[in-house]
């Protein structure tokens, strides 16, 4: 994989900040943008900006085919059976609450279990409590190892015949740890389960295949896969899509309006009420062709090289503590002696270098780690081992100026 080249493609890359060269080690909350997308979403707006699926004139044409042109991209980047199972919506968080709207309120009744892991993000927490309120469901937590990491055996100790629904993220936010998706979901389908995927880490950095993992939901947003932000996908198989009612009412969704009652259209339209996101799925499609033109597999290879340099270098560094199994995905959490989270990620940027700080919409899991807040450093396949090298030098000027605290 040529690096090189590869950040040639990101624009944004070539800046200073605080009179620095930019150091970008913050692609879990959002990734940069190549060209290739930026120019996608250019050339929609400048030569055919125009709704899809209502007009026959040649604009509204050649919006439509790109539309459904990406839809037929994501189908074929994740190995969906049909482009009937890939919902566009505004994100990941939008996909998780469609589910938990429309499946789980339909289909949980009291006493019936809801299984979730510790390391969730509050997008795939918060969801499922409301819907266990509303249905008088239990909400239950796979218990965590001490590295981070869930156990085939936990998983089947925690789901039971009464268990419905099992939500489990593919890759973690904080820890990195690549869970065991495919096996979890073969457990809950022996016990007449369900099970969701939180896909915002995992489609970005792993080749996905949802017909071999055979998830029944999986929910991803393209903004961390080199695509534009306000876009996403909820995959869904086909009969239990077909199953639920819409959580969005309005035009484009339906079939046939009458004065007291209406019809839907057929999937995936029917849960994509309004004026869909255009330009976001049009920029979508951009990105998985710039990720299939990398390769997924050399791309995950890559960062797992970055992830175990870094957790080499890192621990170098006397009072730091790291957080999470030692294989994962790329990305380190970690805090510096008693400094504070925010104080490390004010002094990292004051040298040019992004990370995140704070509680990373994860607050249970940060109660399991006994911490408050942890700072997270996560790359993508545009890093290289020298950005890591200067989040080092950094975090070493850092436990300098707070000397007194170590």
């Known amino acids: 994989m040529d690096v090189r080249a590869i950040r040639e493609q990101f624009p944004i890359?070539?800046?200073?900040?605080?009179?620095?060269?930019?150091?970008?080690?913050d692609s879990s909350a959002t990734s940069q943008?190549?060209?290739s997308v930026i120019e996608a979403l250019d050339e929609y707006y400048r030569l055919y900006n125009s709704n899809v699926h209502r007009g026959v004139h040649t604009l509204g044409t050649r919006a439509t085919d790109k539309y459904e042109g990406a839809r037929e991209k994501v189908r074929r980047f994740i190995n969906a059976e049909s482009t009937s199972e890939i919902i566009f919506n505004r994100g990941t968080t939008t996909a998780l609450n469609t589910v938990a709207w429309s499946y789980a309120r339909s289909n949980l009744s009291e006493g019936d279990e809801i299984v979730i892991t510790y390391m969730e993000h509050h997008s795939n927490i918060i969801p499922w409590q409301q819907a266990a309120k509303a249905t008088g469901a239990v909400l239950k937590y796979i218990p965590l190892q001490p590295d981070g990491t869930v156990t085939?055996?936990?998983?089947?100790?925690?789901?039971?015949?009464r268990t419905k629904i099992v939500a489990m993220a593919h890759v973690s936010n904080v820890l990195g740890t690549i869970n065991p998706?495919?096996?979890?979901?073969?457990?809950?389908?022996?016990?007449?389960?369900?099970?969701?995927?939180?896909?915002?880490?995992?489609?970005?950095?792993?080749?996905?295949?949802?017909?071999?993992?055979?998830?029944?939901?999986?929910?991803?947003?393209?903004?961390?896969?080199?695509?534009?932000?306000?876009?996403?996908?909820?995959y869904g198989k086909r009969a239990l899509l077909e199953a639920m009612e819409p959580v969005e009412f309005g035009g484009e969704m339906i079939d046939f309006v009458g004065?007291?009652?209406?019809?839907?259209?057929?999937?995936?339209?029917?849960?994509?009420?309004g004026t869909p996101i255009i330009a976001g799925a049009i920029g979508l499609g951009a990105a998985i062709d710039f990720l299939n033109e990398v390769g997924m597999e050399e791309i995950h290879e890559y960062e797992e090289k970055l992830a175990a340099y870094a957790l080499k270098q890192l621990r170098t560094i006397e009072g730091l503590e790291i957080y999470g199994p030692e294989e994962r995905a790329g990305l380190v959490t970690f805090n510096l002696g008693d400094v504070h989270p925010h104080d490390t990620a004010t002094v990292l940027d004051a040298e040019g270098i992004a990370v995140r700080a704070g509680h990373h919409c994860a607050q249970p899991l940060m109660k399991w780690l006994d911490v408050t807040a942890t700072a997270r450093a996560s790359f993508y396949?545009?890093?290289?081992?020298?950005?890591?090298?200067?989040?080092?030098?950094?975090?070493?000027k850092t436990k300098e100026y707070f000397g007194d605290v170590f």
């Open 13 to 25: 890359l070539d800046q200073e900040v605080n009179g620095h060269p930019l150091v970008y080690l």
């Open 33 to 35: 943008k190549p060209v």
């Open 152 to 161: 085939l055996e936990d998983i089947r100790a925690t789901v039971t015949k």
């Open 181 to 234: 998706v495919k096996e979890a979901a073969k457990i809950a389908h022996e016990n007449g389960a369900v099970i969701v995927v939180d896909g915002a880490q995992g489609v970005p950095h792993l080749k996905v295949d949802v017909q071999d993992l055979d998830c029944d939901f999986y929910a991803f947003s393209a903004h961390k896969m080199c695509g534009p932000t306000g876009i996403g996908v909820l």
């Open 259 to 273: 004065l007291q009652d209406s019809t839907w259209k057929e999937l995936p339209w029917k849960f994509e009420g």
């Open 381 to 396: 396949l545009y890093n290289t081992e020298e950005e890591i090298d200067r989040l080092v030098e950094g975090l070493l």
